[in-house]
């Protein structure tokens, strides 16, 4: 499997960076609307500086028009950890990666960028909002990774309470972490496509954070 076609040839969207290979790699996990064009951008601007990205469409080609619709997705693509899974085996094992995977998601994908996390040997994670991580706390044990969190504090969702326990659970496990609570932002601040959520302060030093994070642990060579 480290063919140049099987990347191309994989379900979802992918991003090569403009300059010689092999890159680090990072997995960009949507929102639970779907493979949109809004992650697509995150993936392009993640190849923008040194990153082989892919985007994965866990919803094989289904997009959600209201929040009805993404639950009803969630919970018929059952098989998305299975799938993002094979993905990062796929990425990991490719010539075109240098050995080094990351991997950042966003709402649901933040949740499934955690629970990739307990399944494979990432180098890095970062969970924007991760909706639901509630539910996998009690398996964190699992957890290698460095963790990055980015949420906010008028997020309904995820209560600052719960972000805090999530804290203090991964510095009980030793994990290497870095949490930050944005004031004046609720779920889905990084979203720029959609101005009633998007907070451009809070997601531009997210974005230098998400850079730092994944060049401190992605960009050496493999071992």
Not at 116 to 131: E, K, M, N
Not at 168 to 191: C, K, M, Q, W
Request: with cysteine.
């Amino acid at each position: 499997m480290d063919s140049l076609t099987d990347l191309d040839a994989m379900d979802g969207y992918l991003a090569r960076p403009g300059t010689d290979g092999p890159w680090p790699g990072v997995i960009v996990v949507h929102e639970w609307w779907g493979l949109d064009e809004q992650t697509k951008s995150i993936a392009d601007r993640l190849a923008g500086v040194g990153y082989l990205s892919m985007a994965p469409d866990l919803f094989h080609g289904e997009l959600a028009g209201d929040r009805e619709q993404a639950a009803r997705l969630v919970e018929k693509h059952s098989a998305a950890e299975r799938d993002l899974v094979k993905v990062f085996d796929n990425l990991k094992q490719n010539r075109e990666c240098s050995g080094k995977v990351g991997c950042v998601g966003f709402c649901f994908g933040g949740r499934m960028s955690l629970m990739l996390a307990l399944q494979r040997p990432t180098d890095a994670i970062c969970t924007f909002y991760g909706g639901g991580m509630h539910r996998i706390f009690d398996r964190l044990g699992g957890l290698k990774s460095p963790v990055l969190g980015l949420f906010g504090d008028q997020d309904e969702s995820i209560p600052v309470e719960r972000v805090r326990e999530f804290e203090r659970r991964l510095i009980t496990l030793g994990l290497e972490n870095e949490i930050v609570i944005y004031p004046d932002s609720g779920h889905a601040f990084f979203r720029d496509s959609d101005p009633a959520v998007y907070r451009p302060e809070a997601a531009a030093d997210a974005w230098q954070r998400l850079t730092r994070f994944f060049a401190r642990h992605l960009q050496q060579p493999a071992d």
